[in-house]
């Protein structure tokens, strides 16, 4: 590896900076992501948790046999599931303020890699979120962008061109296909500009702002749709336009971020896609705008400094390939998106590296749900008086309002969302749930925010689906609700331990 000075040109033609400042932010993602799900992991993939690991991946070598090493690329496999899925999450905090300190960024970002990828093998239905799959590619792409020395610390570093590329390629493709696939999907509330009348009701979290911004009136509500359409189908292509419509197009995505965040909890994904605009601005736009904000010009050098270093790999060939086979690979999956036809080879070839979930496509909400229906689950001592948990985040309690959670992600709330739009026989981990309700299960209890029976067990547990809505202005002034609900079904019949339960 060797290092030069980088060349005299304009500092227009530089990203040492916002690349440093991306790397930085992502190490901060990480520790977020890392620390979010150490928190929860006994409950939800512990040998006394939901979907316990060890089971999981004892099942998988029995099924698939030694093929279940490639389809469930994990370090679990060498070195198991108990203490060392805390190792890993101990290890995702290490490297991640390493990371942000400067220490060996290559060789962290390529640790990491390996960790969270280990971490979402393990975890399942958990970790079926789509910000897992752009955080890892996101980790993986930027191996190549950081710079290949133990010590650069804080200093800036101009990153390869074609590395900085990748990232443009990852930004471009997270936002046009979010867009795409609303349209394509055939849903009447995107094409008619309506969905957002019905977002912010019915997404997964709200934020304490989603009451408010549902409010709104229709034509607002078609405006914004109308306004995201806008940021998500055209400005990504101004990302590879000269800078005067680049550094506009980043500022639109992280305005579109920032509005989303505040009116939804969706983990790390807002702060992630913040993190990818940040190496398409220049450092001549940084220094510009340091500037405005100190209005002292030796910050701006601090903080700037008069160019970066630049840092060579050994060859630029490696590089050249890997740039080259992401831009094919991920170029034919966003093409599903447009036809469902493949020849073989391309098939097989996808197939091979869908395991490493780091070459994706994206789009969330491609069809927008109009109602919310929600799971409460309820115990009882006696079969006819029952007594509701309360979820730690997730709407439950009519007079509780919503609450800030990002870039925590409540996993278990998060997939209780999904599991009402389906039924149990699409998820059989419900029934999981309720069994360690009935017993007890400390790991499992510690993921709700109270127990209504604290001295012993539910005799009975059942699942009741509810239909929430946001409640007017006037019925919250007037009750405090922020909430109104009526019984939709019974999702789950009583269910008990006991042989003799009579309810069942």
Not at 19 to 35: K, T
Not at 128 to 138: K, R
Not at 374 to 387: A, H, K, P, Q, V
Not at 478 to 503: F, I
Request: charged share 10%; hydrophobic share 50%; glycine share 6%.
């Amino acid at each position: 590896m060797t290092e030069t000075p980088a060349p005299q040109n304009a500092l227009g033609g530089r990203f040492g900076f916002g690349a440093w400042l991306f790397l930085r932010l992502l190490a901060f993602v990480h520790l977020c992501a890392f620390i979010s799900f150490w928190v929860q992991l006994r409950g939800l993939i512990g040998p006394h948790g939901i979907l316990p690991a060890a089971d999981f991946f004892s099942a998988a070598h029995e099924q698939l046999g030694a093929s279940a090493y490639a389809q469930l690329p994990s370090l679990c496999w060498l070195f198991g599931t108990g203490a060392f899925l805390h190792v890993l999450c101990a290890a995702g905090v290490v490297l991640a303020l390493l990371l942000f300190a400067g220490v060996a960024p290559a060789l962290c970002l390529a640790l990491l890699w390996a960790a969270y990828l280990s971490l979402v093998c393990a975890g399942q239905v958990f970790y079926e979120f789509q910000w897992d799959a752009l955080l890892l590619e996101t980790t993986l792409l930027a191996v190549f962008l950081a710079p290949w020395s133990w010590l650069p610390l804080w200093r800036h570093h101009e990153p390869p061109r074609l590395a900085r590329c990748l990232l443009w390629w990852l930004l471009f493709r997270l936002m046009f296909l979010s867009g795409f696939v609303k349209l394509a999907s055939g849903d009447p509330a995107w094409r008619h500009l309506t969905a957002l009348a019905f977002h912010y009701e019915t997404q997964p979290l709200p934020t304490p702002l989603s009451w408010h911004a549902f409010q709104l009136p229709l034509w607002f509500h078609r405006a914004s749709c109308a306004v995201m359409f806008f940021i998500e189908l055209v400005v990504p292509f101004a990302l590879f336009a000269p800078r005067r419509w680049r550094h506009p197009a980043a500022g639109l995505i992280i305005a579109l971020q920032i509005v989303i965040a505040l009116t939804g909890n969706y983990a790390f994904f807002n702060l992630l896609t913040i993190a990818l605009c940040l190496p398409c601005l220049d450092d001549v736009w940084w220094r510009q705008a340091i500037a405005r904000i100190f209005r002292r010009q030796s910050l701006v050098d601090a903080f700037i400094g008069t160019g970066p270093t630049l840092y060579r790999f050994w060859s630029i060939w490696p590089l050249r390939i890997f740039a080259g086979f992401v831009f094919l690979l991920t170029a034919i999956l966003a093409s599903l998106d447009f036809s469902a036809q493949l020849p073989r080879p391309l098939e097989n070839i996808l197939s091979a590296v869908a395991p490493l979930r780091s070459f994706n496509n994206y789009g969330l909400f491609a069809v927008m749900t109009t109602s919310r229906p929600e799971i409460i689950l309820e115990g009882s001592d006696d079969g006819r008086d029952w007594l509701a948990y309360e979820f730690l985040h997730k709407p439950g309690s009519l007079t509780r309002a919503p609450g800030w959670v990002a870039p925590h992600q409540p996993r278990l709330d998060w997939q209780m969302w999904f599991a009402a739009l389906g039924g149990p026989s699409q998820n059989p981990w419900v029934l999981n749930l309720c069994v360690h309700l009935l017993r007890g299960t400390p790991d499992v209890l510690a993921l709700f925010r109270a127990n209504p029976f604290p001295q012993h067990p539910p005799r009975y547990v059942r699942a009741v689906l509810y239909n929430y809505e946001f409640t007017e202005p006037a019925v919250r002034a007037h009750t405090g609700q922020y909430w109104r609900r009526a019984v939709s079904d019974l999702y789950l019949p009583p269910v008990s331990l006991r042989s003799d339960n009579p309810v069942r």
